[in-house]
């Protein structure tokens, strides 16, 4: 859900200024838009996604363009599941120069599509759902990863199987046929599993709670899932607000409970620990990932040894290739070592290293955001910094410099499609990583940044 006001991710200028580093990576949101009469598409553009059966045919008085809620209405009838599957083994800133020198040559840039995916939202209808995989078959990656939101799936008690659960088994079964990989991140308790402090995500007060869910998830989808990530940024705030403490070993806990569970179930599931939001030390809101990341190790993470190590290794307005600190002045943004692609995983491996491992690494969230095209202001200047076409360059040459290292396994771009009407004009900071985009027409017809086309045409 939207954290419009949330300190880190629209004030990061503030934090760029001390020692401190900014969060700038958006939570998950309900999808919503505009939408009027179809136009004839572009040569670029979408062809015209399905209908949405859930659609409010209520008329806004000043535009006369009609407004949609939830794209999963109460009145949706979904399909029947599948069979089962037998188990498998602001202002515009004027952007700086730059001394970025490897610009990435597309059409000769081959990638591994086994060790490559994209993020997509879960609450969608069936239709738009398998639509939606279809513009990833496109991009020609293997992965989709998709977050079991616990709120969304058991909102009023556990043992709950109803309408979320059930479309989210179908969205899984789907992905799955068309012959995905499916990663799923494990977030967001819901409120009755929590008795204080539900202004913002977090874990459950009894972590049993948290093994029932996941046997139920797993009873329904397992399957067709192929890895967990278990949890996602557990140094914010935001998402680990409740009677647990913010630490390292305060997650170790709930991974426990999650690895047994996830294990009595299957031993070929691939199990990630949570990717950590790339930030500084700031009271209240964040802690250091580099220093969260040791705590875990000192709780026993080390021990887990088939698990992979999670990292979300945001650039911002930094290329791929850049070390820190390649200071501009007045850019901002740059002068911390969390604000570079490359850097992040080199300091990950250096502490990995240092507690003895030797695992993968998997990228399960990176990408550059622009704000170029968009009618309003960027939520942050340096969205300013990144043209559509820095956007794809930067993004292959990540996954070239990814899969060049032994210790890089998967690598999950985000994202598809959040970006439309309506988080554009809200300057929701998700839509400016989003590769495809509206037309701001009206339409339901979407664009294709460069880095679609990028990947879609690589050899």
Not at 55 to 82: C, L, M, W
Not at 268 to 280: E, K, N, V
Not at 405 to 434: C, K, P, Q
Request: hydrophobic share 35%; glycine share 6%; with cysteine.
């Amino acid at each position: 859900m939207p954290r419009l006001l949330f300190l880190t991710l629209l004030c990061p200028a503030l934090f760029a200024c001390s020692s401190e580093v900014s969060v700038s990576i958006a939570p998950e949101v309900q999808i919503t838009a505009k939408v009027a009469e179809p136009t004839i598409p572009e040569l670029d553009a979408e062809p015209e996604p399905p209908p949405d059966p859930t659609r409010d045919s209520s008329v806004s008085e000043d535009t006369g363009s009609q407004e949609f809620g939830p794209i999963v209405g109460p009145e949706y009838t979904q399909p029947p599941t599948n069979t089962s599957k037998p188990p498998t083994a602001t202002p515009v800133v004027t952007r700086p120069a730059s001394d970025y020198t490897t610009p990435v040559a597309v059409d000769q840039t081959r990638l591994d599509p086994a060790r490559m995916g994209i993020q997509l939202h879960y609450d969608y209808d069936v239709d738009t759902w398998e639509y939606r995989l279809q513009q990833i078959k496109s991009l020609r990656v293997n992965w989709v990863k998709v977050q079991a939101a616990w709120e969304w799936l058991q909102p009023n008690h556990g043992g709950q199987f109803d309408q979320n659960f059930r479309l989210f088994q179908l969205h899984v079964q789907k992905a799955d046929k068309y012959g995905f990989q499916v990663m799923l991140s494990i977030v967001k308790a819901p409120d009755w599993t929590r008795h204080s402090n539900r202004n913002e995500d977090g874990p459950p007060d009894d972590l049993n709670q948290l093994g029932a869910f996941l046997r139920l998830l797993l009873e329904k989808v397992g399957p067709y899932v192929d890895a967990i990530e278990i949890w996602n940024e557990p140094n914010l705030r935001r998402e680990w607000t409740g009677s647990r403490p913010i630490s390292g070993a305060s997650y170790m806990e709930l991974f426990r409970v999650a690895y047994d569970t996830i294990r009595a179930y299957s031993p070929h599931i691939t199990l990630i620990s949570a990717g950590l939001a790339p930030t500084g030390n700031h009271s209240g809101v964040s802690v250091d990932d580099r220093a969260f990341l040791r705590q875990m190790h000192q709780a026993g993470l080390g021990r887990y040894a088939d698990v992979k190590i999670g990292v979300h290794p945001y650039g911002w307005g930094n290329p791929p290739d850049f070390l820190c600190c390649n200071n501009v002045d007045g850019q901002g943004w740059d002068d911390q070592p969390q604000f570079f692609f490359r850097q992040t995983l080199r300091d990950y491996a250096s502490i990995i290293a240092a507690f003895g491992g030797n695992r993968q690494m998997w990228v399960t969230e990176f990408g550059w955001a622009t704000w170029e095209d968009y009618p309003s202001e960027p939520p942050d200047p340096w969205m300013t910094y990144n043209s559509a076409l820095d956007q794809m360059d930067y993004t292959m040459r990540a996954f070239q410099l990814g899969q060049s290292r032994a210790d890089i396994g998967v690598m999950i771009l985000w994202n598809l499609s959040y970006a439309e009407e309506r988080t554009v004009y809200d300057r929701i900071e998700l839509a400016g990583y989003s590769i495809l985009y509206p037309r701001f027409d009206g339409s339901r017809n979407q664009r294709k940044r460069p880095l679609y086309h990028a990947l879609e045409r690589r050899p």
